[in-house]
């Protein structure tokens, strides 16, 4: 790998090629979830990052690279009120991801994380 | 009895056993489900007067469909014809069975044959020549009937429907049986009397215009094996169909009449969904149902329920859950509290962690007013700067609850099914509120209403922010700056069906527009499509159904729709239409002057001194 002159945080990383299984599972439920190009309208609008810190936006990016234990956590402060669904550009069902993504950690459990 | 009689009533009361048999046990199981409390309510509900409005209730919607006739004549036509000639025909038949043999009480089968068992007798008297010319009637009666549910298969949109309910294979043997029953005895009838005489003015005159000779009369027998074994299959299908209904429907009405409703006892599931005929009514006013992709309207969603695979969950939460369906119901099944249980029995278990809410533990300061927008309230900034504008027009001590740290109201979590955090975010919400110590508070989100008054029992009165403005308007205190745009006003779900609240946002709408429906049939609201209750439909779907709906609410003249509540108008405006505004936004416009009513008052006051 040529060496740009930064370094890559390995639990940052995102591998388009080697996605996490939840993220697969989730993308099977919820087709348009491939559609977010992470602009953050999510975030910028979501009543529990003002005071969790986490959208949207940031619950996929968890969601791809496979960081359960943290992807958990953002999950559990979701007030699934839907501004999300209303801002978001690409038209992403953000509201039926997060409830399929919280089923997933429900099937699952300690097994993913 | 001969052999042969045996064979002919065997089908029938074989299938009459299995049905009863059948009955019993369903009907012991669904009673067993309900809430202890409940069984003591129904026992206590069949005093005399209560049974007695039951029994007229049954009487008016089991035989006579009367709440189908005030929607669609002809399907109630239909539906009636056969449900009341049938019933008549029962009871008629036994009667004519009593006058000949005598006895009060006899074998079912004696009255259910009664052509067969009493052939060759000659009708002596002019009663039981009646009885004959009677029972044709009905027959008649119950076949023009038959005859519309048969049309009905090949054109339904000349019954006022627009898409053909489409039935599973159990229902559809249940309806050939069914379709089989009286034809085949007209058949029976007509060569019983071609045969051996007498009848009544159409089986009779049939079974005369037949000349077949007489080494043939074993047809006669055998059509009349056919009849019995249509009613015998029928009575053993019933039970696994949607026929169940006919029968289940009298326990329904008992259990509403007793105020046992789904929504506090799941119990009764069982009676409700069974009580449902898929007469297709619902599938009708779903405003899904024009939607190719959606599969979950009630009509789906019951009969799934229904069936031992259960209902799959796609089809459990693609629902707007306007109400139209249960508000349309002939039946009043309550579907959207069935719906709801099951999506908490589905969903209610999912990990939530809203301690965070607390830690902020900031106190809201103490205002008479608390105003809460909601979530949707601040996607929409227009309608919460019109309010404060309002708020300081009429000079009023208020605070803004949730202007720049929301909190949500936990609906959209109910209505997913998610119940204990629905419950665990209300406690939060519940206290930010209450800590301003209102004497009012205020909402322009119909949604957050909705949960504040079904749940949140707050010590002190909530309304919606049009009921607010009304009353502004009632006290005299606006000057009314009336503008000539010519608008329509759109109910929203939450304020018209779950609420009511159909008069106040007219009312003020007519003083400052040139409002075009000021009449409103209550119930007949329909949905902007955007609705946080369905959690299937994507973007284009919600946005086709907006359409829709703003295609049926305006007039080629309207220049504005208004509304009452933040999600339809996010959702009214994505089709781009028609200009949507909000009626606080319509109303803070209309003031023409910024200083507070009090100090114009006053003003007023002295220059008239």
């Not at chain 2, 052509?115 to 029972?135: C, I, K, V």
């Not at chain 2, 809410?357 to 809201?364: A, C, E, I, R, S």
Request: with cysteine.
């Amino acid at each position: 790998m040529p060496d740009f002159g930064f370094g890559i945080q390995d639990d940052l990383m995102i591998d388009h090629d080697r996605l996490s299984p939840a993220y697969e599972a989730v993308l099977e439920e919820v087709p348009s979830i491939a559609g977010c190009m992470s602009c953050g309208s999510c975030s910028a609008t979501c009543v529990s990052s003002f005071q969790s810190g986490a959208g949207f936006r940031k619950l996929i990016m968890l969601l791809k690279n496979g960081s359960y234990e943290q992807l958990q956590q953002a999950l559990d402060y979701c007030q699934f009120c839907g501004k999300c669904l209303l801002v978001c550009p690409r038209g992403i069902n953000t509201r039926r991801a997060i409830l399929e993504m919280r089923k997933q950690f429900k099937k699952q459990g300690d097994d993913m994380v | 009895m001969t052999w042969f009689n045996v064979i002919l009533i065997l089908p029938f009361t074989l299938g009459l056993f299995v049905l009863l048999g059948v009955l019993s046990v369903k009907y012991y199981q669904w009673f067993r489900a309900l809430n202890p409390r409940n069984k003591l309510r129904l026992w206590k509900s069949l005093s005399r007067k209560e049974i007695l409005s039951s029994i007229t209730e049954i009487f008016r919607e089991c035989l006579l469909h009367l709440r189908i006739y005030h929607q669609k004549r002809r399907l109630w036509y239909m539906h009636m014809s056969l449900a009341f000639g049938w019933f008549l025909l029962i009871v008629v038949g036994h009667v004519e069975s009593v006058f000949n043999t005598g006895h009060i009480l006899s074998s079912p089968w004696k009255s259910v044959f009664f052509d067969y068992f009493s052939r060759g007798q000659e009708a002596t008297g002019w009663h039981l020549q009646g009885f004959n010319h009677l029972m044709d009637l009905i027959l008649l009666f119950i076949l023009s009937g038959l005859f519309l549910a048969f049309y009905k298969r090949i054109n339904s949109r000349s019954f006022g429907l627009k898409r053909r309910p489409l039935h599973n294979p159990h229902d559809r043997i249940a309806m050939l049986f069914l379709w089989y029953i009286f034809p085949m005895r007209f058949i029976a009838e007509t060569l019983n009397h071609a045969f051996y005489g007498g009848g009544g003015f159409m089986t009779g005159s049939f079974g005369n215009l037949l000349t077949l000779p007489d080494n043939l009369n074993y047809l006669s027998d055998i059509a009349w094996i056919g009849y019995s074994i249509s009613l015998g299959g029928f009575f053993v299908v019933l039970p696994w169909s949607r026929y169940m209904h006919i029968l289940t429907e009298v326990p329904h009405i008992l259990l509403k009449n007793a105020h046992i409703q789904a929504y506090q006892d799941k119990g009764c599931t069982g009676f409700n969904i069974h009580a449902c005929s898929s007469c297709g009514i619902c599938l009708d006013s779903c405003q899904m149902t024009n939607l190719d992709s959606c599969n979950g309207q009630s009509y789906y969603f019951i009969r799934k329920l229904r069936e031992p695979s259960g209902v799959s969950e796609n089809r459990m939460m693609n629902c707007l859950m306007c109400g139209r369906c249960s508000a349309d119901c002939p039946v009043q099944v309550d579907t959207l509290s069935i719906r709801m249980n099951e999506r908490i029995r589905m969903n209610d278990d999912l990990a939530f962690d809203y301690s965070y809410l607390d830690q902020q533990g900031k106190k809201v300061p103490h205002a008479r007013i608390a105003f809460f927008g909601g979530c949707m309230t601040q996607l929409v900034p227009g309608v919460t700067a019109s309010m404060k504008k309002i708020f300081d027009f009429y000079d009023e001590d208020y605070v803004m609850i949730d202007e720049t740290e929301s909190i949500c109201c936990g609906r959209p979590l109910f209505l997913s099914g998610q119940k204990r955090a629905y419950f665990e975010i209300m406690k939060y919400t519940r206290e930010r509120i209450l800590s301003c110590k209102p004497d009012l508070i205020i909402t322009s989100c119909p949604i957050c209403l909705t949960t504040f008054r079904n749940h949140y029992f707050f010590p002190v009165p909530v309304i919606h922010h049009t009921q607010y403005l009304e009353s502004m308007i009632s006290q005299g205190l606006l000057p009314p700056g009336q503008s000539d745009i010519k608008t329509v006003y759109h109910d929203p779900c939450e304020l018209g069906r779950y609420l009511g609240i159909y008069s106040e946002p007219r009312r003020v709408l007519r003083n400052i527009v040139q409002l075009q429906n000021k009449a409103y049939k209550q119930n007949q609201g329909l949905c902007c499509g955007g609705s946080i209750a369905d959690l299937e439909m994507d973007f284009e779907e919600k946005r086709s159904i907006a359409e829709d709906a703003i295609q049926q609410l305006i007039y080629p003249d309207t220049r504005l729709l208004a509304t009452a509540c933040p999600l339809c108008k996010v959702t009214f405006a994505t089709p781009n239409i028609i200009p949507v505004r909000d009626v606080a936004e319509l109303y803070a416009e209309s003031l023409s002057v910024t200083i507070p009513a009090r100090e114009l008052a006053a003003k007023e006051a002295l220059m008239q001194n």
